[in-house]
């Protein structure tokens, strides 16, 4: 009987070490990430409209 037991604790330490493990990875993948410096930040400008041939 001791001997189940010690295989349940292993089996549940490994368990909880993979779940612990799991999270930390998922926690790092998911974190937010900072905003981008607004000098950095690419500005989106409208296109310039090309004049048309007549027009003077």
Avoid: C, N, S
Avoid at 12 to 33: E, H, N, S, Y
């Amino acid at each position: 009987m001791a001997g189940k037991l010690r295989r349940w604790l292993r089996e549940a330490a490994v368990f909880l070490a993979l779940l612990i493990a799991i999270m930390v990875v998922t926690d790092v993948w998911r974190a937010p990430q900072p905003p981008v410096p607004a000098d950095r930040a690419r500005r989106r400008r409208l296109r310039r409209l090309p004049r048309h041939r007549y027009v003077r």
